[in-house]
T-cell receptor
Framework: DQQVKQNSPSLSVQEGRISILNCDYTNSMFDYFLWYKKYPAEGPTFLISISSIKDKNEDGRFTVFLNKSAKHLSLHIVPSQPGDSAVYFCAVSSGTYKYIFGTGTRLKVLA | EAQVTQNPRYLITVTGKKLTVTCSQNMNHEYMSWYRQDPGLGLRQIYYSMNVEVTDKGDVPEGYKVSRKEKRNFPLILESPSPNQTSLYFC?????????????FGPGTRLTVL
């Protein structure tokens, strides 16, 4: 059973528009949520995070929203740029020294 | 340069031939971890280590071993590899265990077991 789900395997967005990537989780005990970005032939790199005591965190063009009642996490990228084309993974901290990752969403930003 | 290194980057082997994938970090991180990435399954944690001589199982530990004799190194050992261990493997480290510590990932090791 997948505790962290990214239901959209891929997403295409026009350059300059907003990209919205979604992530759903099942366990209300998760207390910290992260997004990682992965380019081909490289390891994932940390992008942005949010703790369960907040509902929004911004870093430049990237904003993460947390809806605890819906157990839903989203990443907004505004404006989207071609260099944002990558696979995005959401991850949660399970509180038991483990991390659980989603299956990833491949974002393609069209010039 | 602060980094996590893995070797080899690519490996093709045969069923049953023991292999080790090395992982090293130069950031004095306490927490280290191994993941495998498979299509449609995302990243799944194999083993992790809180510090030297402290290791524990992740979600998919079967068929793997690890050791943490030094802080900087965290090798992944496949005693008797099987084709279902064909995957892309990532090592990662963070300053400490804790929700607020981002992980730094190595470049990955693509393993094929024939």
């Amino acid at each position: 059973d997948q505790q962290v789900k990214q239901n959209s395997p891929s997403l295409s967005v026009q350059e300059g528009r907003i990209s919205i990537l979604n992530c759903d989780y099942t366990n209300s005990m998760f207390d910290y949520f992260l997004w990682y970005k992965k380019y081909p032939a490289e390891g994932p790199t940390f992008l942005i995070s949010i703790s369960s005591i907040k509902d929004k965190n911004e870093d430049g063009r990237f904003t993460v929203f947390l809806n605890k009642s819906a157990k839903h996490l989203s990443l907004h990228i505004v404006p989207s740029q071609p260099g944002d084309s990558a696979v995005y993974f959401c991850a949660v901290s399970s509180g038991t020294y483990k991390y659980i990752f989603g299956t990833g969403t491949r974002l393609k930003v069209l010039a | 340069e602060a980094q996590v290194t893995q070797n080899p980057r690519y490996l093709i082997t045969v069923t049953g031939k023991k292999l080790t994938v090395t992982c090293s970090q130069n950031m004095n991180h306490e927490y280290m971890s191994w993941y495998r990435q498979d299509p449609g399954l995302g990243l799944r944690q194999i083993y992790y280590s809180m510090n030297v001589e402290v290791t524990d199982k992740g979600d998919v530990p079967e068929g793997y071993k690890v050791s943490r004799k030094e802080k900087r190194n965290f090798p992944l050992i496949l005693e008797s590899p099987s084709p279902n261990q064909t995957s892309l493997y990532f090592c990662a480290s963070s300053l400490k265990w804790g929700s607020y510590n981002e992980q730094f990932f190595g470049p990955g090791t693509r393993l094929t077991v024939l």
